[in-house]
């Protein structure tokens, strides 16, 4: 079973991330067990699946936060998509689900991201990292997370900037 970081420790993955339909959302096979399907599929067979409680969505790049919105605690898991490192969308998308829409779940960054992002990644609310790439050396990435200490801005994980901080 693959592995991810969440809240700073290497566990079990114990969710499967399905790839968006090449077809229509509506005619996508939504298999049974945990899944992490694309919010195009829940969007449109919202009636059939909002039963079910082993379901998270993710969101692509070119994806709003919106298509959530109010629903975001219902999933258990949401994912931000990185196609490309260089694109970073998903860090608005994660900021946007956590201090908009209040999601207390678990978030997660999965595609193309690197270990230099994971900091600033969970100053955004990201607290799981799902690397595509399996070479990547899991220790090393998650002793990355305590590069940075302080920072001067506010953010999702410090919501008082340093000069507030300070005494």
């Known amino acids: 079973m693959p592995k991810l970081i969440k809240d700073g420790l290497i566990v079990e993955n114990t969710w499967t991330l399905i790839a968006k339909p ?3 959302a ?3 096979e939504v298999p049974a067990g945990q899944v992490i399907i694309p919010v195009s599929v829940w969007l449109a067979q919202k009636e059939t699946l909002q039963t079910r409680t082993d379901i998270g969505v993710w969101l692509d790049s070119d994806e709003s936060a ?3 919105g109010a629903e975001a605690n219902r999933f258990p898991v949401i994912g931000v998509n990185f196609p490309l490192f260089m694109d970073g969308r998903a860090f608005s998308s994660a900021r946007l689900l956590r201090e908009r829409y209040g999601f207390t779940g678990e978030l997660r960054a999965v595609g193309n991201f690197i270990r230099d992002q994971l ?4 100053r955004c609310g990201v607290n799981a990292f799902a690397f595509a790439n399996p070479e990547i050396n899991l220790d090393e990435a998650a002793k990355s997370l305590q590069d940075l200490q302080e920072y001067y801005q ?3 994980d410090q919501p008082l900037p340093l000069f507030r901080r300070r005494a």
Do not use: N, T
């Not at 900091?119 to 969970?122: D, G, W």
């Open 22 to 24: 090449e077809g229509e």
């Open 26 to 28: 509506a005619a996508a």
């Open 66 to 68: 919106e298509l959530i």
């Open 119 to 122: 900091c600033y990644l969970r």
């Open 154 to 156: 506010a953010a999702v």
